[in-house]
C-alpha cells in the first residue's frame, strides 16, 4: 500500500491521472494537454503501469492509455475531496471533528 500512496505521490502522476479521468487519450494528447515532453510523459505512464493504475492498448504505432479501473478513479475523487476539506480548514482556529472507529466524533 506504501508504493501505491509513493506512486500517487507525484503532482505529474496526479495530472495525468486527472486527465486520464475524463476518459481514455494517447501519448501525445497526454503531452499537448499537459504542456510536456514525450519522453517525461512515457516515464510517468510507466511507473503508472507499474503500479497498476493505468493500462495502455496500442492501435497501430500510437498508444492509447485509461486508469486501470474504477477504483483508481475513486481513489483520485477521494483524494481530491479530502485535500479539498483540509484546504477548506486550514487558518480556522476550530480542529476538524474527526470520527472515531466507534462512531463517536472527536475534535
Not at 67 to 86: N, P, T
Request: hydrophobic residues 40%; glycine residues 10%; aromatic residues 2%.
Amino acid at each position: 500500500m506504501a508504493d501505491l500512496f509513493r506512486t500517487l505521490a507525484d503532482p505529474t502522476r496526479l495530472r495525468i491521472l486527472a486527465l486520464l479521468g475524463e476518459g481514455e487519450a494517447c501519448v501525445h494528447v497526454i503531452c499537448a494537454r499537459l504542456g510536456m515532453g514525450q519522453s517525461a510523459v512515457s516515464h510517468q505512464l510507466r511507473l503508472l503501469r507499474v503500479g497498476h493504475l493505468v493500462r495502455h492498448r496500442r492501435v497501430g504505432r500510437e498508444i492509447y492509455y485509461a486508469m486501470d479501473d474504477d477504483h483508481v478513479a475513486q481513489l483520485i475523487r477521494d483524494g481530491r475531496h479530502h485535500a479539498g476539506c483540509a484546504e477548506a480548514t486550514e487558518g480556522n482556529a476550530a480542529p476538524r471533528a474527526r470520527r472515531r472507529r466507534d462512531g463517536a466524533v472527536s475534535r
